[in-house]
């Protein structure tokens, strides 16, 4: 005998919208795994404070310095 289901779950518009729900999260939870398991870069304690210290550090090519003023 199987168990009834909630309310809430009885009419099949919010069975539905359960469902999708269900369906998004699972596909949301897949998607971070695939990016994130395993993958994080483990820094030492020394570049996190650089990083810290120089949240925008400055860019390695620049452009060739010419004029400083428009024509």
Do not use: C, W
Request: no cysteine; glycine share 2%.
């Amino acid at each position: 005998m199987s168990k009834p289901m909630p309310d809430f779950l009885q009419h099949p518009l919010a069975r539905e919208i359960a469902l999708a729900i269900a369906i998004k999260l699972i596909l949301i939870a897949t998607i971070f795994y695939a990016f994130f398991d395993g993958h994080a870069l483990h820094p030492d304690a020394d570049a996190v404070a650089e990083r810290l210290a120089n949240p925008y550090p400055p860019a390695q090519s620049q452009p060739p310095s010419g004029s400083d003023h428009a024509d």
